[in-house]
C-alpha cells in the first residue's frame, strides 16, 4: 500500500522526491514531524544545527471538498482553507469538478461544502463526481473522518438536498461522520462561519501539550484580492432593450462607481442587494395588523425576504399562534402542497392573526442580495458595470407575483438613482488567452457575460475568434444588444453570430437546435482549442445544450454515446467547457 | 447604357437577372434587413423589406435596430384562388405574417410583417400553394386584373382567360426566383447565345406597369387608372367579341411636382380575342424601348403616351404586332364598386360578394371574425374565392345545394355586417405603419372619418347614396384616389389635401380642392357640398358630377390639366 500523499504535486521537488518524502513523513509521528520542521527552520535560518527545538507540530492534512454553482460553496470552502492554515491544517482544496472518487479513500480529514441547485440538483460542474460517489463504483471510505456543510435555498422543496445525500452517503461508504451537518439557507454566512470554526475543531488531532505548530502555506495567497465589500453606484443607463410589443422586459443597468469600481473581470457577477416592494410590505404589515409600525416597515423594505413561504416558515407561524388549522394543515401532511405557488403574504392572510413585529420578523429570513452576470469590460466602460436584468413577473394562486430583485431594478430603480451591490468573482467563467477561440451560448439574460467577453475581447484586440449563439423569443422584439452585435460582427470582436428566436416560427427553436445544425464548425472549433462557454437557464437550457453537444460528438465523430459523452466530459475537466447557469 | 439613367437602371443591369446579392443577404442573421440595393431587386420577387414605423422612435435607444419585415405580395391573375390556396395563405398568415391576409386593390393578397428568416419558408409554403409572387412588385407587368362581376359567367372566363394568358406572356423569365426561394437549380444566366429575358432585356422596364381586364358595364377594374387595359365588347349574347385597348392611366403623382400628375387611360383601338395577348406585348416592350430611364418620376407608360402622342405610339404597336387596330367599339360603365351579397351567374351557380373593410382579414375584438369565417368557408367550400379590385371577396361558384351551409358560416362570424353606402364604396391603400412612403395615415384612418362623414351624410338624407371615397397615405396613388368622388391624400401626419369631382364610373380624374386638412377641416369642407348635394341634385346625379355642374369645383379633362384651376371655384358663391 502506497504511502498516503503528504506533499502537494506542487511542492517544489520532483515526483520522485516527493515520493521519497511521503515515505519518510508518512508514517513519522508527531514529535519526528515537529523535530523536522524545527530542524529545516534552523537550518534555513544559518542557526546552529543542534536544534533543540521542544515542541514544533507538523501541520496534519486536511481536504476541504466542494460543489459550488454561484461559487458561494467555494468561497466557504476557501475559507476553511485558511482557517484551517492557521489552526494548524495542511488543507487541500478540492473541487467536484476535478474530484476522482477513488482519490477520497486516500484522505483522513474530510470537509464537504456542498450547494444544492434548483430542484434537489447537484451544481452541474459536480454532477459527474456526484454521480461517481453516489453509484456503484464509489470507493469504501473506512478511515475517513468528516463533515458536511449543505447550502440550500429553503424557498425550494428540496432544500439542501445535495448536502443531505453526501452526508447519508459518506457513512454508507464507511466514513466516520465527526461534525454534524448544518444546513444552510441563503442567509448562510454566520451558520457556515460557525460551522466551520466548531468543524475544524472537532477534526484537529490531540495536541501534543505545548507543542508549536509549525504551519506551512502551500499555496501562495492571491495578491490583491478585489474587494468583496458592498458598494453604493449610481444608476446612469436604465433602457428596457426589449420592444414595446414584446411580452419581456429586460434591463440594462449601467452603474457608475464613484471611484471605488469593484475590480471585476468579465464573467464576475455583481450581488445586488433589492428593496421588496412596499406594496408588498403594506399588504404583510396588514395581514400582520402591523400598519402602524413603521420601523417594522423600514426593516422589511430593505432587510427581510417577504417572498419566500417553506414549510420551515409555516411550522415557525405555528409555534408563534397555535393556529388550530396551521396545525391541522401541518399534521395532516399538507403543508408543502400548501406553500406551492404561495408567499408569507398568503399565508398571513389566509390564517389571520394579530402578530408582533417580532413575531413577523421571525418568520422572515434575511433578505439576500441576487447575484447578476456583469454585461461589461472595465476595458471598454471604465468605472461603470453593466447588468442585464430580466424582470420576473408570474401569476400564481390568483395573485401577480414579481420577483423581488429584478422587478426592483424594473420598476423602482431609475436613472440618478443608487443601488449597493458586491462583487462576486467566479474565476470560473473567465476568458481565456486573447489567442483561444471562444464559444459562446446565452439565450436572453445569459448573454450578459458575453458581452463584456465580445468588450474584452475587442479591447485587447484578441486574435482569438469568437461565436456566440444568441436566442430568445423573437427577432424583432428581443433581440437583445442587437446593433452592438451588428458593430462587434463589423469591427472583428465577433466572428460568428447564430440565433435562435423561439416564437417567430410555429417549430420552436432554441440555442441547441443551432448548436446541432452547426454541429460540424463548432467541433471543429472544439477540435482546434475552442473553448466553450454556456450561460444561462440550468433546469433547461444548459442540459438541453449539453446534450446536443454529445450527440454532436456522436454523429460528427462518429462516436458510441459513451465514448462522445466522455469527451464531453473531459472538456469540462479541462476547463474548456464552462458552465454559468442559474 | 448612358450615363443619365436612374440608379434603379444600373441596379436592375448589374443584378445578373434579378439576383443581386440576394442569396448572401437573406443568411445574413444579424440584421433583418438586406442591403439598399437588394431591397429594389426583391420587389421583382414580390416583396418589399418595410418597417414597423410606429417603432422607429424607440427601437434604437433599445440599442435593436428597425423593426424590419417584409410585405409580400403574390402574382394571382384576375385574383382567383381555390379554397385550398386559401387554407395555405390563411395558415401562412397566422404562421409567418401578421396574422391577417391584405386582399388588395390589385385583386391579390398581401402579408405583412414576415421576417427576414421566415421570408423564404413563406415562399415556399406560398410555392407549395401552387402560387408565387414573381412579379407583383418591380418595374415589370405586375397583377393581371380581371373584372371579378361573376353573374355574367361566359365573360367573366373570357376575361379571366385572358389576365392569365397576358400574365403568363409577361412574366419574367430569369430562374433567379425559383434559384433563391425554391432553393431550384443554378441555372445560369446570360450564357452566350440564350436569352434570358426575351421581352424585358437585361433591365426589364424603366418603371411599374399595370394591366387589367375589363367586363363592362362594371368598371370595378378601374380601367382608366391602369397602363393597359383591355375592356370587353359583349355580343347581344353575352360572348366576348372582342376588346377595347385602353393605355395610358396611371395614378402617380409627387406633391409640389406638378411635372407629375395622374392620367386617365386613352382608348387606342379595338383587337380581337385573338391578337390581344400579342397587343399586350407589344404595349410593354414599346414603353420598354420609349420609356424614360433617366428619371423615374416620369417613367410610366402615361408620360410615354403624352410626350410621344397617341397616334405614334399606336402606330408602333401596331408595326409590331404586323397588324392595325380596329377602332374602338362603344361601350359603357355603370361603377367602379361591387354588388354585394348574393348574385346567381348565367350557369346556375351562386355568388356571394362579402365586405372586407380596407381589404383587411382579420378577427376584429367583437367584430366580424373575417379570417377564422373565411376559413371556415374555405373548409366548406368546393368553389373558388374571388379578390375584388375594391379589396373584398367573393365566394364565388357555389353549388345551389351548399349555398345554405355558407350562409350559416357567413351568419356565425359575422361576416354580413352591414355597412353603410359610403363604406361599402371606400377604399384605403395600407400606409402606416409598414409602408415606406407613407405621410400620413389611411387605412388606420379612413374608417374613423367614414363614420364621421356618415353622420353628416344621414344629416342630409344621404345615407343611403353610392359615394366613392378612396383615401391614400401617399400621392402615389395605390388605392386610386384621383378616381374617387371623394379622394384624400395624405400630405403629411395627420393632414390630407383632399380631391373632388371624379366620376362616380371611374372615367373622370378629381380635382384638388383643398390642401392640408385635418380630420375636422375635411368634415367642415364636405358638410356644405353634402347640403347642397341633397338640395340640388338632379334625377340620379352623383356626387362627382353635381360639384362640377354646379361648378363647386372643375373638371378635369385628363393629366395634363390636373394641376390647372385648382381648389373652389370663385364662383361657388354665387352658383351656391
Same mark, same amino acid.
Request: glycine share 8%; proline share 5%; with cysteine.
Given at each position: ?25 508518512? !508514517? ?14 534552523? *537550518? ?185 465589500? !458592498? ?48 406594496? *408588498? ?6 395581514? @400582520? ?10 426593516? *422589511? ?171 430568445? +423569443? ?8 442587437? =446593433? ?10 465577433? %466572428? +460568428? ?86 | ?112 410583417? &414576415? ?29 393581371? =386584373? ?151 418620376? /416620369? ?51 351562386? /355568388? ?35 379578390? %375584388? ?16 351551409? &355558407? ?10 355586417? /352591414? ?27 379612413? !374608417? ?68 392640408? =386638412? ?13 347640403? @347642397? ?44
Amino acid at each position: 500500500m502506497p504511502a498516503p500523499a503528504l506533499l502537494p504535486r506542487t511542492a517544489p521537488f520532483g515526483d520522485d522526491e516527493i515520493a521519497s518524502l511521503d515515505r519518510v513523513l508518512g !508514517p513519522a509521528t508527531a514529535t519526528q514531524r515537529a523535530w523536522l520542521a524545527g530542524f529545516l527552520a534552523g *537550518l534555513d535560518a544559518s542557526a546552529p544545527a543542534t536544534a533543540t527545538v521542544t515542541s514544533a507540530q507538523v501541520a496534519e492534512p486536511l481536504t476541504i471538498l466542494f460543489a459550488t454553482e454561484s461559487g458561494n460553496a467555494e468561497r466557504l470552502a476557501q475559507d476553511a482553507a485558511k482557517l484551517a492554515r492557521k489552526g494548524g491544517f495542511k488543507p487541500k482544496l478540492i473541487d467536484f469538478a476535478d474530484l476522482v472518487a477513488a482519490d477520497l479513500a486516500a484522505e483522513q480529514r474530510l470537509i464537504v461544502v456542498a450547494s444544492t441547485w434548483g430542484e434537489g440538483e447537484p451544481p452541474a460542474r459536480a454532477a459527474r463526481a456526484y454521480a461517481e460517489l453516489m453509484g456503484p463504483a464509489a470507493p469504501r471510505l473506512e478511515g475517513v473522518t468528516f463533515g458536511v456543510l449543505a447550502l440550500g435555498d429553503t424557498a425550494y422543496a428540496e432544500f439542501c438536498a445535495i448536502g443531505k445525500a453526501l452526508d447519508a452517503r459518506l457513512v454508507e461508504l464507511g466514513a466516520k461522520r465527526a461534525v454534524e451537518r448544518v444546513d444552510c439557507d441563503l442567509d448562510f454566512e454566520a451558520p457556515a462561519a460557525e460551522w466551520i470554526k466548531a468543524a475544524l475543531q472537532t477534526l484537529a488531532p490531540a495536541r501534543e501539550a505545548g507543542g508549536n505548530v509549525v504551519s506551512v502555506d502551500f499555496k501562495p495567497r492571491p495578491a490583491g484580492e478585489a474587494s468583496r465589500e !458592498p458598494v453604493t453606484a449610481e444608476i446612469v443607463e436604465h433602457i428596457n432593450l426589449n420592444s414595446s410589443r414584446s411580452g419581456k422586459e429586460t434591463i440594462h443597468l449601467a452603474l457608475r462607481f464613484d471611484g471605488s469600481a469593484p475590480a471585476y473581470e468579465p464573467g464576475d457577477s455583481l450581488d445586488l442587494y433589492p428593496h421588496n416592494d412596499p406594496a *408588498l410590505v403594506e399588504a404583510v404589515l396588514a395581514a @400582520a395588523r402591523l400598519d402602524g409600525d413603521a420601523q417594522l416597515r423600514a426593516a *422589511l423594505v430593505s432587510e427581510r425576504d417577504l417572498t419566500t413561504l417553506s414549510t420551515g416558515t409555516i411550522e415557525k407561524f405555528l409555534a408563534a399562534t397555535a393556529h388550530p388549522e396551521v396545525r391541522r394543515l401541518i399534521d395532516e401532511g399538507g403543508a408543502r402542497a400548501w406553500s406551492d405557488g404561495r408567499q408569507l403574504v398568503d399565508l398571513l392572510e389566509a390564517f389571520p392573526v394579530r402578530l408582533t413585529a417580532e413575531e413577523l420578523k421571525g418568520l422572515t429570513r434575511p433578505l439576500p442580495p441576487r447575484a447578476y452576470s456583469i454585461a461589461s469590460s472595465r476595458k471598454e466602460v471604465g468605472d461603470e458595470a453593466h447588468l442585464l436584468v430580466a424582470a420576473v413577473r408570474y401569476e400564481s394562486r390568483g395573485r401577480a407575483r414579481a420577483g423581488v430583485a429584478s422587478t426592483h431594478v424594473a420598476d423602482r430603480l431609475q436613472v440618478g438613482g443608487s443601488v449597493r451591490v458586491r462583487l462576486k468573482p467566479n474565476k470560473h467563467f473567465h476568458l481565456p488567452e486573447p489567442s483561444t477561440d471562444i464559444i459562446m451560448v446565452g439565450p436572453g439574460t445569459g448573454v450578459a457575460p458575453f458581452r463584456a467577453f465580445v468588450q474584452e475581447r475587442r479591447a485587447v484586440g484578441a486574435a482569438g475568434r469568437s461565436w456566440l449563439f444568441f436566442g430568445d +423569443r423573437r427577432f424583432t422584439h428581443d433581440f437583445l444588444y442587437q =446593433l452592438e452585435w451588428q458593430d462587434a460582427l463589423k469591427d472583428g470582436a465577433l %466572428t +460568428r453570430l447564430d440565433l435562435a428566436f423561439s416564437r417567430d416560427t410555429p417549430r420552436k427553436v432554441y440555442v441547441q437546435h443551432r448548436l446541432w445544425e452547426r454541429r460540424r464548425d463548432l467541433i471543429e472549433w472544439l477540435e482546434g482549442g475552442a473553448h466553450l462557454y454556456v450561460c444561462g437557464n440550468a433546469k433547461a437550457m444548459a442540459k438541453d445544450v449539453r446534450a446536443a453537444l454529445v450527440r454532436a460528438f456522436v454523429d460528427v465523430k462518429a462516436l458510441d454515446a459513451d465514448a462522445a459523452a466522455a469527451v464531453v466530459t473531459a472538456l469540462e475537466r479541462e476547463r474548456r467547457y464552462l458552465q454559468d447557469v442559474y | 447604357m448612358g450615363t443619365d439613367v436612374s440608379r434603379n437602371e444600373r441596379i436592375k443591369e448589374a443584378s445578373r437577372f434579378l439576383r443581386g446579392t440576394l442569396p448572401e443577404g437573406l443568411v445574413e442573421v444579424a440584421t433583418g434587413a438586406i442591403s439598399e440595393d437588394d431591397a429594389q431587386l426583391v420587389k421583382f420577387h414580390g416583396t418589399y423589406l418595410q418597417d414597423d414605423r410606429d417603432l422607429r422612435a424607440e427601437r434604437t435607444k433599445k440599442k435593436l435596430e428597425k423593426a424590419f419585415a417584409f410585405m409580400v405580395r403574390l402574382r394571382l391573375p384576375g385574383g382567383v384562388c381555390t379554397p385550398a390556396q386559401w387554407l395555405a395563405l390563411d395558415q401562412i398568415a397566422r404562421d409567418y405574417a401578421n396574422g391577417t391576409l391584405r386582399l388588395t386593390t390589385r385583386q391579390t393578397f398581401q402579408f405583412h410583417g &414576415i421576417i427576414k428568416s421566415n421570408l423564404k419558408t413563406s415562399m415556399q409554403a406560398i410555392d407549395a400553394a401552387l402560387l408565387d409572387t414573381l412579379a407583383a412588385c418591380g418595374d415589370v407587368n405586375r397583377n393581371v =386584373l380581371a373584372t371579378s362581376n361573376p353573374h355574367q359567367s361566359r365573360a367573366h372566363r373570357a376575361a379571366l382567360d385572358l389576365a392569365h394568358a397576358i400574365s403568363d406572356q409577361l412574366l419574367p423569365r430569369t430562374p433567379a426566383y425559383r434559384e433563391i426561394w425554391l432553393d431550384g437549380e443554378k441555372i445560369l444566366g446570360g450564357e452566350e447565345g440564350e436569352v434570358v429575358e426575351p421581352i424585358y432585356g437585361t433591365t426589364y422596364l424603366p418603371r411599374k406597369f399595370k394591366t387589367v381586364v375589363a367586363v363592362p358595364p362594371a368598371n370595378d377594374v378601374d380601367v382608366f387608372a391602369q397602363d393597359l387595359g383591355f375592356i370587353a365588347i359583349l355580343d347581344p349574347d353575352g360572348h366576348v367579341a372582342g376588346w377595347n385597348v385602353t393605355v395610358g392611366g396611371g395614378m402617380g403623382m409627387t406633391h409640389g411636382e406638378p411635372d407629375t400628375y395622374p392620367r386617365t387611360a386613352d382608348v387606342m383601338g379595338f383587337c380581337l380575342t385573338g391578337d390581344a395577348v400579342a397587343v399586350a406585348e407589344a404595349v410593354v416592350t414599346v414603353q420598354r424601348d420609349w420609356g424614360d430611364r433617366a428619371n423615374r418620376k /416620369h417613367a410610366r407608360l402615361k408620360y410615354t403616351i403624352e410626350d410621344r402622342g397617341l397616334s405614334a405610339f399606336r402606330a408602333e404597336v401596331e408595326r409590331r404586332v404586323g397588324k392595325p387596330l380596329q377602332p374602338p367599339r362603344p361601350f359603357g360603365f355603370t361603377s367602379t364598386g361591387d354588388r354585394y351579397g348574393w348574385t346567381e351567374g348565367e350557369d346556375g351557380r351562386a /355568388h356571394l360578394t362579402l365586405f372586407v373593410e380596407n381589404g383587411r382579414v382579420r378577427d376584429h375584438d367583437g367584430g366580424p371574425a373575417m379570417l377564422a369565417g373565411l376559413r371556415a368557408i374555405a373548409e366548406a367550400h368546393d368553389g373558388e374565392f374571388r379578390l %375584388t379590385a375594391n379589396q373584398n371577396v367573393i365566394i364565388a361558384n357555389v353549388r345551389p345545394e351548399n349555398r345554405a351551409a &355558407i350562409e350559416r358560416l357567413v351568419a356565425a362570424h359575422g361576416l354580413d355586417r /352591414h355597412a353603410t353606402a359610403l363604406r361599402r364604396n371606400a377604399l384605403a391603400c395600407v400606409a402606416l405603419p409598414t409602408c415606406g412612403l407613407a405621410l400620413a395615415e389611411s387605412e388606420r384612418y379612413l !374608417p374613423a372619418l367614414v363614420t364621421a362623414l356618415e353622420a353628416r351624410l344621414a344629416a342630409h338624407g344621404l345615407a343611403d347614396d353610392e359615394i366613392t371615397i378612396r383615401m391614400t397615405g401617399c400621392p402615389n396613388g395605390c388605392a386610386r384616389p384621383y378616381l374617387a368622388e371623394i379622394g384624400l391624400v395624405g400630405k403629411g401626419p395627420g393632414r390630407y389635401n383632399l380631391y373632388l369631382g371624379a366620376a362616380f364610373d371611374g372615367s373622370r380624374l378629381s380635382k384638388l380642392y383643398a390642401e392640408d =386638412l385635418e380630420h375636422d377641416g375635411i368634415v367642415a369642407a364636405l358638410e356644405p357640398l353634402f347640403a @347642397a348635394y341633397a338640395a340640388g341634385r338632379l334625377q340620379a346625379e352623383r356626387f362627382g358630377a353635381f360639384l362640377i355642374r354646379t361648378r363647386r369645383i372643375a373638371q378635369t379633362g385628363n393629366g395634363r390639366d390636373f394641376h390647372a384651376n385648382t381648389g373652389p371655384l370663385r364662383t361657388m358663391e354665387l352658383a351656391g
